[in-house]
């Protein structure tokens, strides 16, 4: 028995299509509400979906929602903005090798297929035979702890990231909250002037440089340029955060 679980806040305009494409493999399907004021809750209803609330304030606690939440022998994760494809829905059917499974990701950005600037060979972790998952960990970047060899599949999840800009902006203000509370927790020293321009500098190196985004065409550049921004606007945050809560 197949549990999928999806993590939502507001997903009404793609949660329809990510539960079709997991109806025909899913046998229970659970879908995690972390806030959701939109008619998220009330399609998932309409496609069968067992809704739990979370209490937590990271994905992480998010993730362990829906497995405690679970009553299958598998757990498949799938985010709002995913879909199976009908090639991976097939390969999930017909295992029969108990383990944790790695599931390539086919990203797709303002309607482009990308393969530079950090979007290509991407896999997520995300096939587990219950029982050789224990949690998951991490605030933002959540990362499971697990037990037994980690495999990987075939055929591919695809993501359906960023449909426009608009997406991109309001995204902007909930990961870069996320992003400099961790930094401050980690007792990040204070931000300077000097420190806004390195970090900029280092993240168009990585991005354009070593990752080559150019190579995508315009969408690529605009990608690039926004992870900079976005670098920026989290350093931006962090600097607010230690003069209103200075550390000790």
């Given at each position: 028995m197949?549990?999928?679980?999806?993590?939502t806040?507001?997903e009404?305009e793609?949660?329809?299509?990510?539960l079709m494409?997991?109806?025909?493999?899913a046998d229970e399907i659970?879908?995690?509400?972390t806030?959701n004021?939109?008619?998220t809750?009330?399609?998932?209803?309409?496609?069968?979906?067992?809704?739990?609330k979370?209490?937590?304030?990271?994905?992480?606690?998010f993730?362990?929602?829906?497995?405690?939440a679970?009553?299958?022998d598998?757990?498949?994760y799938v985010d709002?903005?995913?879909?199976?494809?009908?090639?991976?829905?097939?390969e999930?059917k017909?295992?029969?090798?108990?383990?944790?499974?790695?599931?390539?990701?086919?990203?797709?950005?303002?309607?482009?297929?990308m393969?530079?600037g950090g979007?290509?060979?991407?896999?997520v972790i995300r096939?587990?035979?219950?029982?050789y998952l224990?949690?998951?960990?991490g605030?933002?970047?959540?990362?499971?702890?697990?037990s037994?060899?980690?495999?990987?599949m075939?055929?591919?999840?695809?993501h359906h990231?960023?449909?426009?800009?608009s997406?991109?902006?309001?995204k902007t203000i909930?990961f870069t909250?996320y992003?400099?509370?961790?930094?401050?927790?980690a007792h990040?020293?204070?931000v300077?002037w000097?420190?806004?321009l390195?970090?900029?500098?280092t993240?168009?190196?990585?991005?354009f440089?070593k990752?080559?985004?150019?190579?995508d065409?315009?969408?690529?550049?605009?990608?690039?340029i926004?992870q900079?921004?976005?670098?920026?606007v989290?350093y931006?945050?962090l600097w607010?955060?230690q003069?209103?809560?200075p550390r000790?």
């Open positions: 197949l549990s999928v679980i999806i993590i806040k507001n009404e793609m949660i329809g299509d990510c494409s997991v109806q025909g493999l659970i879908v995690v509400d806030g004021t939109d008619k809750n009330e399609i998932a209803k309409q496609h069968g979906a067992k809704i739990v979370s209490k937590g304030d990271n994905y992480s606690e993730r362990n929602t829906g497995m405690r679970t009553s299958g598998w757990i498949l709002a903005d995913e879909r199976v494809s009908p090639q991976l829905r097939l999930i017909s295992l029969t090798t108990p383990g944790v499974y790695e599931i390539p990701r086919k990203n797709i950005y303002l309607g482009k297929v393969s530079f979007w290509g060979n991407d896999k096939l587990f035979y219950k029982k224990h949690k998951y960990q605030e933002l970047h959540e990362q499971p702890v697990y037994g060899e980690l495999l990987t075939n055929h591919e999840l695809i990231s960023h449909r426009d800009l997406s991109m902006l309001n909930e909250q992003e400099a509370k961790l930094r401050l927790d990040h020293p204070p300077t000097w420190r806004f390195r970090v900029m500098a993240e168009f190196w990585q991005r440089g990752l080559q985004a150019w190579r065409g315009p969408k690529g550049v605009i990608d690039g926004f900079v921004f976005n670098m920026f989290i931006a945050r607010e955060m003069h209103e809560s000790s």
